[in-house]
């Protein structure tokens, strides 16, 4: 009788033993999926980002010669006097003059993180910024760094703790949404900071 009890017992101890590998498994495999999903979401906002730029300045070029004109403006930074007000008015300048700028709208993380580590659009990347530079009022960038410090503070957060950058900016999209847009990400962070002191002003799961 006690043998039967003990081979009853062993059999739901494995049992539960699979079902909480099981379990496991599942979690991985969800965490590998809500990582692919939130780089393909990025990516595609980032990709779409750059096609409407793209397709603008070719419909402001109009595939006349003032395009090769424009393109050798945004090289030397010497300004094309053939082109019109209204026409250069809605071009999008293909580098910046001013080095130590931040893009207008991130629309991605992973553009975000791109412009700290290595800028955009010719520019001078964020995290190599100055004093004097972050803090400069012109453009709204002091308020725009200082804004999306609170991104790169979790990202590089994050890093260190071992996570590559395109995992921690999907472990952020699990904490606060897969398709959460960048300026409520933002927010949420921001909010956190003063509901997790404990935690060092993180989310418990970017801990």
């Known amino acids: 009788m006690n043998s039967q009890i003990n081979g009853a017992v062993m059999n739901i101890e494995y049992f539960q033993s699979i079902l909480v590998r099981l379990n496991q498994l599942e979690q991985l495999v969800n965490n590998h999926a809500a990582r692919s999903d939130a780089n393909i979401v990025d990516m595609r906002s980032y990709i779409n980002q750059k096609m409407r730029v793209l397709n603008n300045n070719i419909r402001v070029f109009g595939g006349s010669i003032e395009g090769s004109f424009r393109a050798q403006e945004a090289n030397t930074g010497r300004q094309l006097h053939r082109m019109n007000t209204q026409t250069m008015s809605s071009i999008e300048p293909l580098q910046s003059t001013n080095m130590a700028t931040l893009s207008h709208n991130p629309r991605s993380l992973i553009e975000l993180w791109r412009e700290f580590q290595f800028g955009v659009d010719g ?58 847009s960048v300026g409520k990400i933002i927010q949420k962070i921001r909010r956190d900071r003063h509901i997790y002191n404990e935690s060092g002003g993180y989310h418990p799961n970017l801990v």
């Open 123 to 180: 520019r001078k990347p964020a995290s190599h910024f100055t004093t004097r530079e972050r803090n400069n009022r012109t453009g709204g960038i002091k308020q725009k760094f200082y804004r999306r410090k609170i991104i790169w503070d979790t990202v590089s957060h994050l890093v260190r703790s071992g996570f590559t950058a395109e995992g921690a900016i999907a472990k952020i999209r699990q904490v606060y949404g897969q398709h959460t």
